[in-house]
């Protein structure tokens, strides 16, 4: 099994420009969430889905971001227009379907986004 | 609102010594427990879990965690640390039936001595 996938591993761009982070999750797992890691926040969960319905999106910011999952084998992150303060790693996880809250999830390598 | 603790921010170490990381939560009902550790430059790799029953869990890499309800705690410990357990260290909790969220805690960056 090839893991989680995501791309693209390291992203640079100015200030005001869009940015798509991308995410493939684990064959057959159902849930597919999007964390941010910072030094000063440590890691945040910004929005899960369930079967490709976004189940809690608190965690987003503010309205810049925004996440979509139009099936179950990809998930897109996207920030519009981006800033400084979004430089972070964004990681893509996925679990299996199973009782809910009892599946480990799984993580991606990360994309480490940086905002000029 | 439900929160995961970790008590220490960094932890140094000198090879063969015993590590014990704190973590509590913030939740009375049933949780599900998970430490992941995060290699330099890598991403969250599992270590072990707690769901139910035995309450010390034993995990990769000789790594183990005690549950304790009464505390809300769920330490890692490990007897003997390498060089290669330099890494950062999450505690989490999964509240049941809320659909696989995870809360985590602020991390505990290990750094051992060769």
């Known amino acids: 099994d090839a893991g989680v996938i995501q791309s693209p591993r390291h992203e640079v761009t100015e200030m005001g420009q869009e940015v798509t982070l991308r995410c493939k999750p684990i064959s057959g797992h159902n849930s597919l969430f999007w964390y941010r890691q910072t030094m000063m926040r440590g890691l945040e969960l910004l929005i899960y889905?369930?079967?490709?319905?976004?189940?809690?999106d608190s965690g987003m910011p503010e309205d810049r971001f925004s996440a979509k999952m139009p099936n179950a084998s990809f998930s897109t992150l996207k920030i519009q227009p981006s800033e400084p303060r979004d430089s972070a790693v964004y990681f893509c996880?996925?679990?299996?379907?199973?009782?809910?809250?009892?599946?480990?999830?799984?993580f991606g390598p990360g994309t480490r986004l940086t905002v000029l | 609102a439900q929160s995961v603790s970790q008590h220490n921010h960094h932890v140094i170490l000198s090879e063969a010594a015993s590590l014990e990381l704190g973590c509590n939560y913030s939740?009375?009902?049933?949780?599900?427990l998970f430490w992941y550790v995060q290699y330099p430059g890598q991403h969250l790799q599992l270590l072990l879990k707690?769901?139910?029953?035995?309450?010390l869990v034993k995990g990769i890499k000789g790594f183990e965690a005690e549950f304790i309800k009464s505390k809300f705690s769920f330490n890692l410990r490990k007897p003997s640390v390498q060089w290669s357990d330099t890494a950062e260290y999450f505690c989490?909790?999964?509240?049941?039936?809320?659909?696989?969220?995870?809360?985590f805690g602020q991390g505990t960056e290990l750094s051992v001595k060769p």
């Open positions: 939740y009375g009902g049933t949780v599900n």
């Open positions: 989490a909790a999964m509240i049941y039936n809320q659909g696989g969220k995870l809360i």
């Open positions: 889905f369930n079967n490709n319905v976004p189940i809690d």
């Open positions: 996880a996925s679990s299996p379907p199973g009782l809910a809250g009892t599946n480990e999830q799984f």
């Open positions: 707690y769901f139910s029953g035995d309450p």
